[in-house]
Structures are given as structure tokens and as C-alpha cells.
């Protein structure tokens, strides 16, 4: 006999993200139930095979997937930059803003200027997007105080973040975003701070990233800072080949890196590489599209390869100011050419995985949390068609 649970939503048709293949084969269940105890998934699947509950939830019919994961935001900043989305339609490059002291350096001043307390409540507002939408899962990166001090604030209010509402915060240290003014014209000095200053901030953060591109640091700048995390047992990620192909995937392939992230100008070799070590692909198209970009990530090749493909919103204030991954998900099938089951494991268990949360969030499997997003639609496709409608009936984090 199944041990009774506290809560169990019946009536339901369930995504559960199960599985290898498109459609049914993701693991739909059309009449379908999710038993809840101690905060965690204790019966997912028939309902007919459903065990008794404290209380029932009758889902009359809606469709329930996991809770939705945005695994690459930065949420914490300060200030915005939206005088220099202007100067991009004016024509401006990104490279020209940032060298002519804009881009992350201008929210780099004003992220330093912002206290703790601040940081904490400018943030709020997107994060609470994100959770109307059925996000219970969101990563957030540092990045713009580019110094121990400020970096370490970044940190203190993501996860801070996680205390101020019913969300799950993995923070990540993205020291490595840009070069500050303190030592301009020397990379390697920076990255040699960086490198000592990691385990002051390794109890904050979650795994480590970098920018490897022209204008953020060199392979071999990243390699270091790459081997300073393993030293710490820390896992890492990597902005890559976004405006450039400087192979930053095989290098972070060659590292075990949970992700490689944006990937425009990925090649063959830096597919196979991923494929090799299990790095998952995170796809952003709110840069791609905010920044009215033209090149496609190499789709077809990651998939022929079978290399997990995530999608996230990218959330920050100079490249893509979303804060809505079910546009998100639109855009991965709009402008990159993702299918519906591709899209929705984009956001949940493939999301998991590239935050190395895979055993615990993500799909609805008995000993997973239950996190939960039901919907008011006809089918998992419109959760991808719809634009600027968010059908979230209820969403469930930890039980509740």
C-alpha cells in the first residue's frame, strides 16, 4: 500500500519531461496526478495508481510541467542602460558603446553605487516577473562590481534574493565580465586578482563563469581562472563564442563546464567537444534578438550531436532586458528554429542540468522537489505560441 501524502493534485495532463524523444515520448501523462510529501515529489503518473492524500487539488483538466528554470540571468544591477539602447538604433555597435566607456562598465559605476539593500530591491521587480511566469528556479550571476568588495554585494543579494521570496537562487561569480578601470591595459593582472580572491567569495557562489571574447578575456585568461575553481571544487560556465569564435567551448568542454552559453559563432570542433564532456548549450535569444544579431547558434549541429540545449532570458540591463522566459521560449522557436518538446526541456530539465540541479529540479519524478507550474491551455504548444499572454493557472514550490 502507498504511503499517503500530504498533498496530491489530481485530474491532471502532465509534461513531465521524461524521456529521449519528441512528444508523447517526453513522458505525457493524460490523466495524471503528482503526490506531494515533505516537500517533495512522492507519486507522479496515473491517477488511477494515485495514493491517498491529506488534501486534493482537482486540476480539472490543466496541464502541470516541472517549474520553469532560468538558468542564465543577471538580475542583480544597478541602474539601467536604455540611453544606450538609443544610441544602438542609432547604429552604435556593442563593441563601439563598450570601448567609448558604455556597456558593462557604465553599470559597473553604477552597481558600486548601490548598496546592498538597493541591489536587493531593484531586483525584486524582475524577479517577481519571472515568478508570475512559473519560474521557481533562476540563476543569477555577479559581474558588474568587477571588484572583491562590490562583487562579493552582488553575491550577498542573489542570494538574498531566495530569502525574499519562494524561488530557488544557484548564484554564480562572474568576476571575469570586463576589464575595470583599475587596471586598464592589464587582463592578466586582473585575472591574477581574480584567482587570488576566489575562495573569499567561493562560500557565495555557486560555480564560476567568464567572458571569453575580444573584449572580455583571452582563453588562456579564462584557463586560469578556470583551474583556480577546481582547485576550489567549483563548477564552471562560460559566456562563448557570442561576437567571436575563440573556441572559449572547448576550453570550458576541456573543464567539465556545466554550460557554454550564447554560442553563435560555435564551430564543429567546439560542438564535438561539448557533446564529448556533457556541456549543455545555453541559448539566449533575447541578446540574439535585442541586439538585432544575424548569425544562429549552429542548431542542427547541436542536436545532431545530441547536446543538451537550454534556453534562458539572459535578464540584464544592456543586451536583453527580459524577463520573460515564455518569450523566451517563443523566440527559441521563432528565430532559432527549436521545436515545442525542445523549447519546454529548454526550460526545465535541460535548465537543470546546465546548473548541475538535474537530480533535483527539473522533471516530475518521484525524489525531485516539487516544484510545479500548471496551466490554463489546450496543449504544451501554446505555453510557446502565445506572445504577451501568461496562462499560469498556480505554480508550486517545495509542496507549497
Known sequence: MRERCEKLWTHARLWTGLGTGLGTELGVIERGAIGMRGGMIAYAGPMADAPDAEQ?????????????????????????RAAEFEMRLAGASYEEIARAGGGILSTMRATRAASEEELVASALPRLDALIAEGVTTVEVKSGYGLDLANEAKM??????????????????????????????????????????????????????????????????????????????????????????????????ARFGALSADHLEHLDAAGVAAMADAGTVAVLLPGAFYFMRDTRRPPIEALRRA???????????????????????????????????????????????????????????????????????????????????????????????
Open 56 to 80: 486534493v487539488i482537482d486540476c480539472a483538466g490543466r496541464w502541470i510541467t516541472p517549474g520553469l528554470i532560468d538558468c542564465h540571468t543577471h538580475l542583480v544591477h544597478g541602474g539601467d
Open 155 to 252: 553575491l550577498r543579494a542573489a542570494r538574498r534574493l531566495g530569502e525574499e521570496r519562494p524561488v530557488s537562487v544557484a548564484t554564480t561569480f562572474l568576476g571575469a565580465h570586463a576589464l575595470p578601470p583599475e587596471f586598464a591595459g592589464d587582463a592578466d593582472g586582473y585575472v591574477g586578482m581574480l584567482c587570488e580572491a576566489l575562495p573569499q567569495v567561493a562560500s557565495l557562489a555557486d560555480a564560476v563563469d567568464g567572458f571569453c571574447e575580444g573584449i572580455g578575456f583571452s582563453p588562456a585568461q579564462i584557463e586560469r581562472l578556470f583551474a583556480a575553481a577546481r582547485r576550489l571544487g567549483l563548477p564552471v560556465k562560460l559566456h562563448a563564442e557570442q561576437l567571436s569564435n575563440l573556441h572559449g567551448a572547448e576550453l570550458a
Open 306 to 400: 545530441g547536446v543538451p540545449m537550454a534556453l534562458a532570458t539572459d535578464c540584464n540591463p544592456g543586451t536583453s532586458p527580459l524577463t520573460s522566459l515564455l518569450l523566451a521560449m517563443n523566440m527559441g522557436a521563432t528565430l532559432f528554429g527549436l521545436t515545442i518538446d525542445e523549447c519546454l526541456a529548454g526550460v526545465t530539465r535541460h535548465a537543470a542540468r546546465a546548473l548541475g540541479l538535474q537530480h533535483r529540479v527539473g522533471t516530475l519524478a518521484v525524489g525531485m522537489h516539487c516544484d510545479l507550474a500548471i496551466w490554463d491551455v489546450e496543449r504544451p504548444a501554446e505555453l510557446v505560441y502565445r506572445m504577451g499572454l501568461n496562462p499560469l493557472h498556480a505554480r508550486v514550490w517545495r509542496g507549497s
